[in-house]
């Protein structure tokens, strides 16, 4: 059956109907020559009549004529080398050239193809055309650049469908499409497609878990240089299809091999796609992997090669920071154009990558057995980097904000709208020019940055830097308002709750920091949210965020509180926080309590409870006596409340306790002595 025995026989028919009964006569034919010039002249009849394509009921009769069986004869006609001839000649075989069994396998894929775009809505469940999903992998490995083309983009279509993805994913031998990835970048689109669409799919939960890793490794395997840059570029697209890191094997047996594999790659080919690529997915296995990834990535060097004497844990922060700094000077100007998703996307990276190694930093500083592979003089080049990326970032999140909130950046601290003067929110606005996507707000880049700054403030002491940063006081509290902002219906939950408090634990060390806090109102904005977290707690059961961010909220105001700076500017409404802390029920626990599995719970509730007393009792002793006297009966309720706490921890002291519960109660005894001395 080679392409010219199929000339010569397909009649020529200038009318449709006519040629449509025949082609559906030959199709459903016992003889397979018939059935190819069959599929032949309805390959034929759908390129040329588009009237025909665009009836479904001629199309539906058409596709039930074809036989499936045979279709995957004609895909397997490659790996046999044979095709059966006539069942009516005693099963008799004939070899067929190279040229016969590509034809085959074209109009085969041609047919199916076809199909696949006129019903491509419904093809990902249509199982006559995703059964033959396993037919059209098989063939990948030899048939032509055309026709693989046209087999992953059929593949592709399939990914649409639950049946689709199931095919596909529950074939055991999948390296035809695995092998075809470093060659066809439709290939890497078929598993992209494939996990994300499982992804979504509650029936295709448990094959994910027990595919995602095996595709990574498979992928690994063939993915080695010059190539590893396509593998890390489609990574971050592909991790945040997989379940959650709690469900499946954690860490992944990929997770080593896959950082070897960016160490090196960076390591040896230090061009721009290779540096983007690399912190895009740094950034994304930080994300997946906190815990274990950034000891692996910054390790000191074993296997992957140094640039002279810079170690990968020095050139890779380096070379983030001088990305960062290179690009701040323009990145206004770039707001509304189209590159710009792309440019906040990396620095966000950027951003993401450099808080994991300071934290990875901090902790090898800490502890004396932790090896960071860095001299003395590679550490204050990197601390003078990152002093100068943290200043020039201070200046973009003042120009950024100040554009945002007044159309313009560079304004006077006095003519910027804030809490304290009329027709201002402090929360900022959308900008007609500014991105598309959700305004400054909903931005990569802001978390990020907040993130990394915060961190920097707080660990590194830098009395200079946090005057600056003092400067920005008007930003972080009105990034930390936009959280509860209640025209924001944003899905995604931007939270600036958390970096905003850990970069104040470090601006408030100075008096710069708490006179610029005083002065943008900064208690009223704190004690609001933490009088909101104390009164739920009685109304629903606590959740980790809230008890978090309540514990960092009180460790924020009592820095305050203890400040000399702030001490002979305590606020009589500062002391509206006491009948708040005096609300909350007392935490209920017992000993059984202690052996279950919510004892973190309670030891985070007790501890936030008990920081709230100790709150309550700097502010008396700090308040006025007068004032002080008028919030005595709040005070002996929190004085209660820290009793019972005492007394339950007398109760359970014959059954071991964690150490979070006794600190606790320890600190509630302090909080009555303290208050025993204010009110004798």
């Known amino acids: 059956m080679a392409s010219s025995d199929t000339t010569s026989t397909a009649p020529t028919i200038t009318n449709i109907t006519e040629a449509i009964n025949q082609t559906l006569t030959l199709l459903s034919s016992k003889d397979d020559t018939s059935r190819f010039v069959g599929l032949a002249l309805l390959k034929s009849l759908l390129d040329n009549q588009e009237e025909l394509r665009q009836d479904p009921q001629v199309t539906s009769k058409c596709w039930e004529a074809v036989s499936a069986r045979f279709l995957d004869r004609l895909l397997g006609s490659s790996a046999s080398d044979n095709i059966q001839k006539n069942k009516n000649k005693e099963n008799k075989k004939k070899k067929k050239s190279e040229e016969e069994i590509q034809n085959m396998l074209d109009l085969a894929v041609q047919v199916i193809h076809t199909f696949t775009l006129l019903n491509s809505s419904k093809a990902g469940d249509d199982e006559k055309l995703v059964g033959r999903t396993p037919g059209l992998i098989a063939i990948l490995k030899s048939c032509s650049e055309k026709t693989a083309t046209r087999v992953l983009q059929t593949l592709i279509t399939f990914q649409s469908g639950v049946k689709g993805t199931q095919t596909l994913l529950n074939i055991q031998d999948l390296s035809p499409l695995y092998n075809s990835t470093t060659t066809q970048p439709l290939a890497l689109t078929v598993l992209q497609h494939a996990l994300s669409n499982a992804a979504v799919q509650p029936e295709l939960q448990d094959l994910l878990k027990e595919k995602c890793n095996v595709v990574m490794y498979e992928l690994l395997l063939r993915f080695q240089d010059p190539d590893a840059v396509t593998l890390l570029e489609v990574v971050p697209d592909l991790l945040p299809r997989f379940p959650p890191p709690d469900m499946i094997e954690t860490p992944p047996a990929w997770l080593q091999p896959m950082t070897e594999l960016l160490r090196l790659t960076f390591m040896t080919q230090p061009v721009a796609r290779v540096r983007t690529a690399s912190t895009l997915l740094a950034s994304t296995l930080i994300q997946t992997y906190p815990q274990e990834f950034p000891l692996l990535l910054f390790r000191p060097n074993t296997t992957s090669k140094s640039s002279g004497n810079q170690p990968f844990s020095y050139l890779f922060p380096s070379l983030l920071t001088i990305d960062l700094r290179s690009t701040f000077p323009s990145l206004l100007e770039q707001l509304a154009s189209p590159e710009y998703p792309a440019i906040s996307r990396r620095l966000a990276a ?75 929110t402090n929360v900022p606005l959308s900008l007609t020019w500014d991105i598309k996507d959700g305004g400054l707000v909903n931005d990569p880049i802001i978390l990020a940055a907040v993130r990394y700054l915060a961190l920097w403030l707080r660990e590194d002491e830098n009395e200079a830097l946090r005057r600056e940063a003092a400067g920005i006081m008007d930003v972080l509290l009105g990034l930390y308002s936009s959280a509860d902002d209640s025209n924001n219906q944003d899905p995604r939950e931007v939270d600036f ?131 002080r006297k008028r919030y005595e009966k709040e005070a ?24 979070s519960i006794e600190e606790q109660i320890q600190g509630a005894g302090e909080v009555i002595n303290w208050l025993e001395e204010l009110y004798r």
Request: charged share 25%.
């Open 350 to 424: 950027d951003f993401n990558v450099l808080f994991a190694f300071l934290g990875f930093l901090t902790k090898s500083l800490d502890d004396p057995d932790f090896q960071l592979g860095l001299d003395p003089d590679q550490i204050l080049k990197l601390r003078n980097q990152f002093a100068e990326t943290s200043s020039l970032t201070i200046e973009f999140l003042r120009d950024r904000w100040d554009a945002a909130v007044s159309g313009t950046a560079g304004l006077h601290p006095d003519v910027r709208p804030a809490p304290g003067r009329p027709q201002s």
């Open 497 to 627: 709750k958390s970096p905003v408090l850990m970069a104040l634990e470090g601006i408030l060390d100075g008096e710069d920091g708490v006179e610029a806090f005083l002065r943008e109102d900064g208690w009223r904005v704190l004690s609001a949210d933490l009088s909101t977290i104390l009164v739920r707690l009685d109304d629903q059961p606590p959740s980790g965020k809230d008890l978090h961010i309540g514990l960092e909220l009180v460790r924020v105001l009592f820095s305050l509180v203890e400040s000399e700076t702030a001490q002979a500017k305590i606020k009589e409404d500062w002391m509206e926080i006491i009948p708040v802390i005096a609300s909350p029920s007392p935490v209920s626990w017992s000993k059984d309590t202690l052996r279950g599995p919510n004892v973190d719970v309670v030891a985070m509730r007790l501890k936030l409870q008990v920081s709230s007393y100790q709150l309550a009792a700097a502010l008396l002793e700090r308040a006025a006596p007068k004032v």
């Open 636 to 659: 002996r309720k929190i004085k209660n409340l820290a009793t019972n706490d005492l007394e339950r921890g007398m109760v359970t002291g014959g059954l071991a306790m964690p150490d």
